[in-house]
């Protein structure tokens, strides 16, 4: 069974920083493209980041682009997403996804809040 | 605002058929199956429908997708209250490398 596990989420001052963390298993985490996709109260779904399997490529929402990092840690069968210059509107829940090849996700943690707010 | 487009909102009674629509272009729908999750509040979304009509165990017949060129349909047969909830469609965007999403739709079963 596929068991997606985020951590690391808070309340955090705009400007602040967060590393969110996602435990992956029940499948081969080294074989999966990765993603981090947000929902924002009230909101859709919106797609963060992706990182290949090995970490080589990664790509971005622009809205996000220079202040996000994504990476991963096969070994430990663990995706991060280090958050820097937070804003107000990057408070959502965030949620990690082994990615099928070319498709959305199919399965998903139950994700970590995140609120920015003074 | 949202790579794929979805109708804020939709209803019918129990019993009914209702159907959710999903308009994208040729970078994600019109090249790319399409995925449905449904989504009750507090909670993660779940795989309703994936690769354009397949249904992971467990999602009853009475779910079905299905494309057309640029956009994605969702049918729902046979509501029930308990249908009540928020629909998302998903698919790859060959542009973006990247799974993107519509607005999502309430559904309101009256």
């Known amino acids: 069974e596929v068991q997606l596990v985020e951590s690391g989420g808070g309340l955090v001052q705009p400007g602040g920083s967060l590393r969110l963390s996602c435990a992956a298993s029940?499948?081969?985490?080294?074989?999966?493209?990765m993603t981090w996709v947000r929902q924002a109260p009230g909101k859709g779904l919106e797609w963060v980041a992706n990182?290949?399997?090995?970490?080589?490529?990664?790509y971005y929402v622009d809205s996000v682009k220079g202040r996000f990092t994504i990476s991963r840690d096969n070994a430990k069968n663990s995706l991060y997403l280090q958050m820097n210059s937070l804003r107000a509107e990057d408070t959502a829940v965030y949620y990690c996804?082994?990615?099928?090849?070319?498709?959305?996700?199919?399965?998903w943690g139950q994700g970590t809040l995140v609120t920015v707010s003074s | 605002q949202s790579v794929l487009t979805q109708p804020p909102s939709v209803s019918a009674a129990p019993g009914q058929k209702v159907t959710i629509s999903c308009s994208g272009s040729s970078s994600n729908i019109g090249n790319n199956c399409v995925s449905w999750y449904r989504q009750f509040p507090g909670t993660a979304p779940k795989l309703l429908i994936y690769?354009?009509?397949k249904r992971p165990s467990g999602i009853p017949d009475r779910f079905s997708g299905s494309k057309s060129g640029t956009s994605a349909t969702l049918a729902i047969t046979g509501l029930q209250t308990g249908d009540e909830a928020d629909y998302y469609c998903?698919?790859?965007?060959?542009?973006?490398?990247?799974?993107?999403f519509g607005g999502g739709t309430k559904l309101t079963v009256l």
């Open positions: 990182i290949r399997q090995d970490g080589s490529e990664k």
């Open positions: 998903g698919a790859w965007d060959s542009s973006l490398s990247a799974g993107v």
């Open positions: 029940g499948f081969t985490f080294s074989s999966y493209w």
């Open positions: 996804a082994p990615l099928p090849s070319n498709a959305p996700p199919k399965y």
């Open positions: 690769e354009c009509n």
